[in-house]
């Protein structure tokens, strides 16, 4: 089947709702991290893998502004390349797309196939990488939100003690904010067909930091009335491997780029609702964590059954 | 017999007084008939399944909505809690109003709750910024029966008893205070004398 609209509303809302948090909240931190030797049976054995410590990366290159935030930063780093030593000690550097090397943003780690010369690397390197890594994860979701809260998620730690092991790829951990679109309902708008397309989509915000809570919740409730560009469901930025699609994205992606050119066709946020879950439940059912539920309306202005 | 030439003037002059003869006619007709419209808005409201089965608060007869336990207790109301309530005074505050007489034109107004406002007043118990009203329409979590079966063998007395990882089920949503108001809308539009 080919993708319809609820995969481009995912597809669009998504991409805003990450560039929203980064953007305007500064949802990200830098940090210059090891990148630990990992095994992974999904990959083929061709693959050397090596994690750092954190999920998710950020990979809008379109953030670095120039422009010095209050993190003291002009922006998220992409990381773009690994350095390191070989056993001998030699030092290295591997740019993006040398060497076999991806980069799994979504996973927050790298593998490649060999060095800039063909060689493998081995298991025993020391890598490290420049890299921005998201206060909140991301996450498209089709878990209802009971499940979501009761589920016991691992927590990957953005500050304090940080684990000295790659973090396990594919696993949803936290923070993190789980995205669905529950219900969906074109209502007559205008002779000739034209639709307004009402989705309903929820947001379930989970983490160990109260006051991360309250900082994506008060965004979240200020972007009602705003309107965010529709981005093709084929046009997602990241590759099964978790890496950027180049061919779509030849010099790096930018949601900001993607702002600027698709200003015809956009999606409208009616309305927004935010709430905690309250201490009571929270106590019962996961007590380490703080939750926070958002409702978005999303407004479409369609002819569905043109298309 | 000749014609007989009314001024327009005169004519206008007329209209103009009409509205105020008009008023203590209708108004009485009017205002019985929007109590009755009223009454049946109520009367509506009162004997839907939903608003039973909150009143009723236990799971005496197996629930429309929630296939374990009361609906009630799905929602997570605390047992002196009468959740219906705030719902049945605010559209009992509904009133017709005279507004003003322009020419030959009466002018009458009916105010009831909106349904934003009725959402804002009837928040989740668990979620405040969410509102238990429009859940039942929409569908809603089982987040509530944690509240339910806390403490002394459930305060609302139609929770779940159960521990941890049993889910409360799957939520039937179904038209509520929408579909009400609309009836009732409905015919205050068709409204005649």
Same mark, same amino acid.
């Not at chain 1, 080919?2 to 990200?28: C, I, R």
């Not at chain 1, 949803?172 to 789980?178: D, I, S, Y």
């Not at chain 1, 939750?291 to 002819?303: L, M, N, P």
């Not at chain 2, 009361?70 to 009468?82: A, R, V």
């Given at each position: 089947?080919?993708?319809?609209?609820?995969?481009?509303?995912?597809?669009?809302?998504?991409?805003?709702?990450?560039?929203?948090?980064?953007?305007?909240?500064?949802?990200?931190k830098?940090?210059? %991290?090891?990148?630990?030797?990992?095994?992974?049976?999904?990959?083929?054995?061709?693959?050397?893998?090596?994690?750092?410590?954190?999920?998710?990366?950020?990979?809008?290159?379109?953030?670095?502004?120039?422009?010095?935030?209050?993190? %003291? +930063?002009?922006?998220?780093?992409?990381?773009?390349?690994?350095?390191?030593?070989?056993?001998?000690?030699?030092?290295?550097?591997?740019?993006?797309?040398?060497?076999?090397?991806?980069?799994?943003?979504?996973?927050?780690?790298?593998?490649? +196939?060999?060095?800039?010369?063909?060689? !493998?690397?081995?298991?025993?390197?020391?890598?490290? %990488?420049?890299?921005?890594?998201?206060?909140?994860?991301?996450?498209? #979701?089709?878990?209802?939100?009971?499940?979501?809260?009761?589920?016991?998620?691992?927590?990957?730690?953005?500050?304090?003690?940080?684990?000295t092991?790659?973090v396990?790829p594919?696993?949803?951990?936290?923070?993190?904010?789980?995205?669905?679109?529950?219900?969906?309902?074109n209502?007559?708008?205008?002779?000739?067909?034209?639709? +307004?397309?009402?989705?309903?989509?929820?947001? /379930? /915000?989970?983490?160990?930091? !109260?006051?991360?809570?309250?900082?994506?919740?008060?965004?979240?409730?200020?972007?009602?009335?705003?309107?965010?560009?529709?981005?093709?469901?084929?046009?997602?930025?990241? +590759?099964?491997? %978790?890496?950027?699609?180049?061919?779509?994205?030849? #010099?790096?992606?930018?949601?900001?780029?993607?702002?600027?050119?698709?200003?015809?066709?956009?999606?409208?946020?009616?309305? /927004?609702?935010?709430?905690?879950?309250?201490d009571?439940? #929270?106590?019962?059912?996961?007590?380490?964590i703080?939750?926070?539920?958002?409702?978005?309306?999303?407004?479409?202005?369609?002819?569905?059954?043109?298309? | 017999?000749?014609?007989?030439? =009314?001024?327009?003037?005169? =004519? &206008?002059?007329?209209?103009?007084?009409?509205?105020?003869?008009?008023?203590?006619?209708?108004?009485?007709?009017?205002?019985?008939?929007?109590?009755? @419209?009223?009454? &049946?808005?109520?009367?509506?409201?009162?004997?839907?399944?939903?608003?039973? &089965?909150?009143?009723?608060?236990?799971?005496?007869?197996?629930?429309?909505?929630?296939?374990?336990?009361?609906?009630?207790?799905? @929602?997570?109301?605390?047992?002196?809690?009468?959740?219906?309530?705030i719902?049945?005074?605010?559209?009992?505050?509904?009133?017709?109003?005279?507004?003003?007489?322009?020419?030959?034109?009466?002018?009458?107004?009916?105010?009831?709750?909106?349904?934003k406002?009725?959402?804002?007043?009837?928040?989740?118990?668990?979620?405040?910024?969410?509102?238990?009203?429009?859940?039942?329409?929409?569908?809603?979590?089982?987040?509530?029966?944690?509240?339910?079966?806390?403490?002394?063998?459930?305060?609302?007395?139609?929770?779940?008893?159960?521990e941890?990882?049993?889910?409360?089920?799957?939520?039937r949503?179904?038209?509520?205070?929408?579909? @009400?108001?609309?009836?009732? @809308?409905?015919?205050?539009?068709?409204?005649?004398?």
């Open positions: 089947m080919k993708p319809q609209f609820q995969h481009t509303l995912v597809t669009s809302f998504y991409l805003w709702f990450d560039n929203y948090l980064q953007k305007k909240g500064e949802a990200y830098n940090t210059t %991290g090891i990148f630990y030797n990992m095994t992974d049976d999904r990959l083929d054995s061709s693959y050397n893998v090596y994690s750092s410590p954190y999920k998710q990366f950020v990979f809008d290159s379109g953030l670095h502004t120039g422009v010095v935030n209050s993190q %003291g +930063t002009e922006g998220p780093i992409v990381l773009d390349r690994i350095s390191g030593q070989r056993e001998n000690g030699n030092s290295f550097e591997i740019p993006q797309g040398t060497s076999g090397l991806k980069i799994d943003y979504e996973n927050g780690r790298v593998f490649f +196939t060999g060095d800039n010369n063909s060689n !493998l690397p081995g298991d025993s390197l020391s890598l490290s %990488g420049q890299f921005a890594v998201k206060d909140f994860n991301l996450y498209v #979701t089709n878990q209802t939100e009971e499940d979501l809260v009761v589920e016991k998620f691992a927590t990957n730690n953005r500050f304090g003690n940080i684990q092991s790659g396990a594919y696993d949803q951990v936290l923070p993190a904010v789980f995205i669905g679109a529950e219900t969906i309902k209502e007559p708008l205008a002779f000739g067909g034209l639709d +307004t397309t009402k989705t309903n989509v929820k947001a /379930v /915000v989970m983490t160990t930091d !109260l006051y991360c809570l309250d900082c994506v919740l008060s965004m979240a409730a200020d972007a009602q009335k705003r309107s965010f560009a529709k981005v093709n469901f084929s046009d997602f930025p990241v +590759t099964e491997f %978790g890496d950027i699609k180049t061919a779509t994205y030849p #010099t790096g992606y930018s949601y900001n780029q993607i702002e600027k050119s698709n200003t015809s066709e956009m999606f409208h946020i009616e309305e /927004v609702n935010v709430s905690k879950l309250s009571r439940v #929270t106590k019962k059912v996961n007590p380490d703080f939750i926070g539920f958002i409702d978005f309306e999303i407004h479409k202005y369609r002819s569905p059954r043109a298309e | 017999m000749s014609n007989v030439v =009314v001024p327009r003037l005169a =004519v &206008e002059a007329v209209l103009k007084q009409t509205g105020r003869f008009v008023k203590p006619v209708v108004e009485p007709k009017l205002i019985k008939e929007f109590r009755k @419209i009223k009454e &049946e808005m109520l009367s509506e409201f009162d004997s839907h399944s939903a608003t039973r &089965e909150l009143v009723g608060k236990t799971s005496s007869v197996p629930s429309a909505f929630v296939s374990h336990g009361s609906l009630f207790g799905f @929602i997570g109301f605390d047992k002196s809690d009468n959740p219906t309530e719902v049945r005074e605010m559209l009992k505050t509904s009133e017709l109003k005279f507004i003003k007489i322009k020419n030959e034109v009466v002018d009458f107004k009916v105010f009831y709750p909106s349904k406002e009725l959402f804002s007043a009837t928040p989740l118990p668990w979620a405040t910024g969410r509102s238990w009203l429009e859940g039942i329409e929409s569908g809603m979590s089982g987040l509530g029966r944690y509240l339910s079966e806390e403490s002394e063998a459930s305060r609302s007395g139609g929770g779940i008893q159960s941890g990882t049993i889910r409360s089920g799957r939520f949503n179904a038209k509520y205070i929408s579909e @009400i108001l609309n009836n009732f @809308i409905k015919k205050i539009n068709n409204l005649s004398l």
